[in-house]
């Protein structure tokens, strides 16, 4: 819902706003545990000054001789990330830049002191503002919930502060403040009001003289960045924020003349931008929308914290990474197969099916009767209360050199990111995301595992319907993408992406694994499986990643690395389910069947209905113990400081010989101090004594090669 809208042009900018505190309040207590204090809110502390903060995190604007950013503060640690003025907003349109607001004059970019403001004056050259409005954060497109998620609001509550730049192109720069979270994010709108189509060559969503993190005369290979995580939602290919960060950019600041590196090399000029182009044509009365730029403030180096954080951030802004159904890959398409994996999964209590890689369905075939036999067994898996969906491979394949993604130089394909793939904005292209949204649509399925997404190639051809050329190709096929994954968020459709797409609606990606890695034999796996854990939830929320198990054999390494036949290895079996389902994590489990006999049945659904008897917990934030390394107990804790179970700690024992240890929990992220309630496993529940640190000491006893858990609830 659109606040009462605040709009003033010319003089009196901020006439409209309260008057607030000429210094940001701190939010109490840790945002962490409760972050319902910190509320998104904006007010002028006095004509010229306009402040958006929610007591963890604030920016703030002079409006007057024109709007500029003058402070950006993390209230938590209390300290000014800020050291320099820069423009709103940078562009080039038809060859020629365009600057929105900021101010000139600063001398000294080591600080920004108040009097230095006073000196500063209007960048006759920049568009100015004439305009500034206050509304709800929007939603970029539909959430449609149909499965288990956490009760997560969409779109995330939150205030939009938007300052409008008056011009032949006009800009409209919007600042996205959340709710019980220091993060601030800032995208664009390039309006056309002239006459004629205009290119917008390309565009700067955020630039921002930061303090540096360090200061060292002479140049070294890497540098200390600020205490900060940046995203953007334009961004492709890899199984982590860090590889698929392409807008992200940290320069040396030359106009720092002051900073400590002789050679001026200290990368502290934060730059957002596209990699390419855009390159987009925008017509006259049109706009462009650009990407979301994420700026998450961390409050101090702590590794968990931060981590803690980025995973809050992922929540808050694509709640339905939450959704995490029980997953099993069936590996043939036939029809009695089909039948027999959805009978099994509905005896154990899994949720959702897929037609894995290599069963030979095919998504893409048009045939009447392949989406009739879908239908069948969509409602086949309906009525045992199980979902199904099919995988689909995009791009790294070769359709057509006239549909194919054309190299710059040589106007041939073959140098594509993963050698060929076609051009999403071909005719080809065209189709088949037609042909998805009607399969999809028609058949009824509804989990979609989409590989080798769009991993951000360029393509040259001017002969594709969707791009003109080059300088449009990345962001006119990214849009393609983005805009389907969209479309199946809005429809309910679950994605499993081995990319990084949450931002733009995908629900898992891998949690980083080997895949040959599944030819060790199974002990190794197991080690294995838990060091991919432990790594991968550093910054993805247990939900966000999925696993694997090979229950038939998988790249090789016959029977020593395969779990088939079942009953016969129903230990490893075990190892597998505890280990996944214990970090709150779904693997692909991937066979022709999830048991073989009654005992391999009744092992499988026990766990499953452990799994859902703690869900809530396990689906919650994780906290890193110990890494597996074979020489010792490893394991994870799972916090929620609001739930009824507070933790739920899964140790494992690797070694040949049963071991007992005193363990320190650390409780502090649960929400507990002086006290807790632990049980072990099923047993009798007692009391602990915290430190001042909530930590607790805890004696467990873990079998030779076996695992075991316990439970935190407050006293």
Same mark, same amino acid.
């Given at each position: 819902?659109?606040?009462?809208?605040?709009?003033?042009?010319?003089?009196?900018?901020?006439?409209?706003?309260?008057?607030?505190?000429?210094?940001?309040?701190?939010?109490?207590?840790?945002?962490? %545990?409760?972050?319902?204090?910190?509320?998104?809110?904006?007010?002028?502390?006095?004509?010229?000054?306009?402040? %958006?903060?929610?007591?963890?995190?604030?920016?703030?604007?002079?409006?007057?001789?024109?709007?500029?950013?003058?402070?950006?503060?993390?209230?938590?640690?209390?300290?000014?990330?800020? +050291?320099?003025?820069?423009?709103?907003?940078?562009?080039?349109?038809?060859?020629?830049?365009?600057?929105?607001?900021?101010?000139?004059?600063?001398?000294?970019?080591?600080?920004?002191?108040?009097?230095?403001?006073?000196?500063?004056?209007?960048?006759?050259?920049?568009?100015?503002?004439?305009?500034?409005?206050?509304?709800?954060?929007?939603?970029?497109?539909?959430?449609?919930?149909?499965?288990?998620?956490?009760?997560?609001?969409?779109?995330?509550?939150?205030?939009?502060?938007?300052?409008?730049?008056?011009?032949?192109?006009?800009?409209?720069?919007?600042?996205?403040?959340?709710?019980?979270?220091?993060?601030?994010?800032?995208?664009?709108?390039?309006?056309?009001?002239?006459?004629?189509?205009?290119?917008?060559?390309?565009?700067?969503?955020?630039?921002?003289?930061?303090?540096?993190?360090?200061?060292?005369?002479?140049?070294?290979?890497?540098? +200390?960045?600020?205490?900060?995580?940046?995203?953007?939602?334009?961004?492709?290919?890899?199984?982590?924020?860090?590889?698929?960060?392409?807008?992200?950019?940290?320069?040396?600041?030359?106009?720092?003349?002051?900073?400590?590196?002789?050679?001026?090399?200290?990368?502290?000029?934060?730059?957002?931008?596209?990699?390419?182009?855009?390159?987009?044509?925008?017509?006259?009365?049109?706009?462009?929308?650009?990407?979301?730029?994420?700026?998450?403030?961390?409050?101090?180096?702590?590794?968990?914290?931060?981590?803690?954080?980025?995973?809050?951030?992922?929540?808050?802004?694509?709640?339905?990474?939450?959704?995490?159904?029980?997953?099993?890959?069936?590996?043939?398409?036939?029809?009695?197969?089909?039948?027999?994996?959805?009978?099994?999964?509905?005896?154990?209590?899994?949720?959702?099916?897929?037609?894995?890689?290599?069963?030979?369905?095919?998504?893409?075939?048009?045939?009447?009767?392949?989406?009739?036999?879908?239908?069948? %067994?969509?409602?086949?898996?309906?009525?045992?209360?199980?979902?199904?969906?099919?995988?689909?491979?995009?791009?790294?394949?070769?359709?057509?050199?006239?549909?194919?993604?054309?190299?710059?130089?040589?106007?041939?394909?073959?140098?594509?990111?993963?050698?060929?793939?076609?051009?999403?904005?071909?005719?080809?292209?065209?189709?088949?995301?037609?042909?998805?949204?009607?399969?999809?649509?028609?058949?009824?399925?509804?989990?979609?595992?989409?590989?080798?997404?769009?991993?951000?190639?360029?393509?040259?051809?001017?002969?594709?319907?969707?791009?003109?050329?080059?300088?449009?190709?990345?962001?006119?096929?990214?849009?393609?993408?983005?805009?389907?994954?969209?479309?199946?968020?809005?429809?309910?459709?679950?994605?499993?992406?081995?990319?990084?797409?949450?931002?733009?609606?995908?629900?898992?990606?891998?949690?980083?694994?080997?895949?040959?890695?599944?030819?060790?034999?199974?002990?190794?796996?197991?080690?294995?499986?838990?060091?991919?854990?432990?790594?991968?939830?550093?910054?993805?929320?247990?939900?966000?990643?999925?696993?694997?198990?090979?229950?038939?054999?998988?790249?090789?390494?016959?029977?020593?690395?395969?779990?088939?036949?079942?009953?016969?290895?129903?230990?490893?079996?075990?190892?597998?389910?505890?280990?996944?389902?214990?970090?709150?994590?779904?693997?692909?489990?991937?066979?022709?069947? %999830?048991?073989?006999?009654?005992?391999?049945?009744?092992?499988?659904?026990?766990?499953?209905?452990?799994?859902?008897?703690?869900?809530?917990?396990?689906?919650?934030?994780?906290?890193?113990?110990?890494?597996?390394?074979?020489?010792?107990?490893?394991?994870?804790?799972?916090?929620?400081?609001?739930?009824?179970?507070?933790?739920?700690?899964?140790?494992?024992?690797?070694?040949?010989?049963?071991?007992?240890?005193?363990?320190?929990?650390?409780?502090?992220?649960?929400?507990?101090?002086?006290?807790?309630?632990?049980?072990?496993?099923?047993?009798?529940?007692?009391?602990?004594?915290?430190?001042?640190?909530?930590?607790?000491?805890?004696?467990?006893?873990?079998?030779?090669?076996?695992?075991?858990?316990?439970?935190?609830?407050?006293?």
């Amino acid at each position: 819902m659109i606040l009462a809208t605040l709009l003033l042009v010319g003089g009196g900018l901020l006439d409209a706003f309260p008057s607030g505190p000429a210094q940001p309040p701190r939010a109490g207590g840790d945002w962490l %545990l409760d972050a319902r204090e910190a509320r998104a809110s904006a007010w002028k502390s006095d004509e010229r000054t306009l402040t %958006l903060s929610n007591g963890l995190v604030a920016r703030t604007w002079r409006v007057e001789p024109d709007v500029a950013c003058i402070g950006f503060d993390d209230l938590v640690s209390d300290r000014s990330l800020l +050291r320099a003025i820069e423009p709103e907003l940078r562009a080039v349109v038809d060859g020629s830049e365009v600057r929105a607001g900021g101010l000139v004059g600063q001398v000294d970019r080591a600080y920004l002191r108040p009097a230095d403001l006073e000196r500063l004056a209007l960048d006759p050259g920049a568009l100015h503002c004439s305009a500034v409005r206050l509304s709800e954060v929007p939603a970029p497109f539909e959430w449609k919930r149909v499965r288990h998620a956490a009760a997560l609001p969409w779109p995330p509550p939150g205030k939009r502060l938007t300052f409008e730049f008056a011009g032949p192109v006009s800009v409209e720069v919007h600042y996205d403040l959340y709710d019980g979270i220091p993060l601030v994010s800032k995208s664009a709108t390039v309006r056309n009001r002239g006459e004629r189509e205009v290119q917008l060559d390309s565009l700067e969503v955020e630039r921002l003289a930061f303090v540096e993190a360090e200061g060292t005369v002479e140049p070294q290979e890497s540098w +200390r960045r600020p205490d900060l995580h940046i995203e953007s939602d334009f961004s492709f290919h890899g199984m982590s924020h860090v590889s698929a960060d392409v807008t992200t950019r940290w320069l040396p600041d030359r106009a720092y003349s002051t900073q400590v590196s002789y050679g001026l090399h200290t990368p502290c000029l934060l730059v957002s931008t596209y990699p390419n182009g855009p390159g987009a044509r925008i017509a006259p009365g049109v706009s462009f929308e650009s990407y979301r730029v994420h700026e998450l403030v961390l409050d101090g180096s702590d590794r968990e914290r931060n981590g803690l954080a980025q995973r809050r951030m992922y929540r808050t802004l694509a709640p339905w990474v939450t959704e995490n159904p029980l997953m099993m890959h069936i590996r043939d398409a036939r029809t009695e197969a089909v039948k027999l994996a959805l009978d099994q999964c509905a005896a154990v209590g899994f949720e959702m099916a897929i037609l894995s890689f290599g069963s030979g369905f095919d998504v893409e075939n048009r045939a009447s009767e392949n989406l009739a036999r879908a239908k069948e %067994l969509v409602t086949y898996a309906r009525e045992r209360g199980v979902e199904l969906g099919t995988y689909s491979l995009l791009a790294s394949r070769a359709v057509a050199p006239e549909h194919d993604v054309l190299d710059r130089e040589t106007l041939k394909p073959g140098k594509a990111y993963f050698g060929n793939s076609p051009c999403l904005c071909s005719a080809w292209g065209e189709g088949y995301f037609a042909q998805l949204r009607s399969f999809y649509s028609a058949s009824g399925m509804s989990v979609l595992e989409h590989d080798g997404s769009y991993p951000g190639d360029t393509c040259a051809s001017t002969s594709h319907p969707g791009h003109r050329g080059f300088d449009d190709s990345q962001w006119a096929q990214f849009e393609r993408i983005r805009g389907f994954y969209g479309w199946c968020r809005s429809q309910g459709i679950f994605l499993n992406v081995p990319d990084w797409y949450f931002l733009n609606g995908s629900n898992k990606t891998g949690m980083g694994y080997r895949e040959t890695n599944w030819s060790l034999p199974r002990a190794e796996q197991l080690l294995h499986a838990r060091q991919n854990i432990f790594d991968g939830t550093w910054t993805k929320a247990p939900t966000m990643g999925w696993m694997f198990v090979p229950l038939t054999e998988y790249h090789g390494g016959g029977a020593a690395a395969t779990l088939e036949p079942l009953h016969e290895h129903l230990t490893d079996y075990e190892q597998h389910l505890a280990t996944n389902l214990g970090a709150g994590v779904q693997a692909c489990w991937r066979g022709p069947r %999830l048991y073989d006999t009654d005992a391999t049945r009744e092992l499988v659904a026990k766990w499953v209905a452990w799994f859902k008897r703690h869900r809530e917990v396990l689906e919650s934030d994780l906290v890193h113990l110990r890494r597996a390394d074979g020489r010792d107990l490893d394991g994870w804790l799972h916090v929620n400081p609001r739930g009824e179970e507070r933790a739920l700690g899964m140790l494992f024992n690797p070694l040949p010989v049963a071991r007992t240890k005193e363990l320190e929990i650390p409780l502090y992220y649960a929400g507990l101090a002086a006290t807790a309630s632990v049980q072990v496993e099923e047993g009798q529940a007692t009391t602990v004594t915290l430190d001042e640190r909530s930590r607790a000491r805890v004696s467990v006893t873990v079998p030779a090669g076996g695992f075991t858990w316990l439970v935190f609830r407050a006293p």
